[in-house]
């Protein structure tokens, strides 16, 4: 069965460092993969997807994210953080049937 | 720009009433979503329908009934609403014909059930 596993609940960076938020999915065809973040009190945003070819895929606000098929794993990243990047991040897959199964988020907090 | 709309951001009823909670698209969306989301619990499927008048149960669909009699119009019901029904609600969209198109959300809907 797919499935979807965000090991980080929550994380704090400050202002300005780096960010990598951990992905693990279960599916057992080729993935389609995607981020989405959720800020307080908002509906989700999509940040960037995953179907083929490159495996570093390039997102919207200055994130990325890495296929890494032998890991299971699609890591999100961003080399800077900004303050407006405090929010909820998710991970989905889709799966049979066209269905998405997220995962259970990441909270980022950013200290100024 | 492309965007989905829920009737309500709050709502507040009380146990045994009735609820429904409108979502409204207007991208000509064949897919439609209703989700609920809880902490630590991330975002479960409660229902989802692929065209009018059609729906098909998602992970969680216990409690709740859907309704699609317009294209545009997916509405979620609470036939009796219960406390552990408190929640956020979320809704979706998206195009149909292939497996990786994005799904486009609501605002949401924060419900309360007292």
Known sequence: ?112 | DVKVTQSSRYLVKRTGEKVFLECVQDMDHENMFWYRQDPGLGLRLIYFSYDVKMKEKGDIPEGYSVSREKKERFSLILESASTNQTSMYLCASSSTGVAYNEQFFGPGTRLTVL
């Not at chain 1, 490159?54 to 098929?69: H, N, S, Y």
């Not at chain 1, 990047?85 to 259970?104: L, M, S």
């Open chain 1, 1 to 112: 069965a797919q499935s979807v596993t965000q090991p980080d609940i929550h994380i704090t960076v400050s202002e300005g460092a780096s960010l990598e938020l951990r992905c693990n999915y279960s599916y057992g065809a080729t993935p389609y993969l995607f981020w989405y973040v959720q800020s307080p009190g908002q509906g989700l945003q999509l940040l960037l997807k995953y179907f083929s070819g490159d495996t570093l895929v390039q997102g919207i606000k200055g994130f990325e994210a890495e296929f890494k098929r032998s890991q299971s794993s699609f890591n999100l990243r961003k080399p800077s953080v900004h303050w407006s990047d405090a929010a909820e991040y998710f991970c989905a897959v889709v799966g049979r049937g066209n269905q998405f199964y997220f995962g259970t988020g990441t909270s980022l907090t950013v200290i100024p």
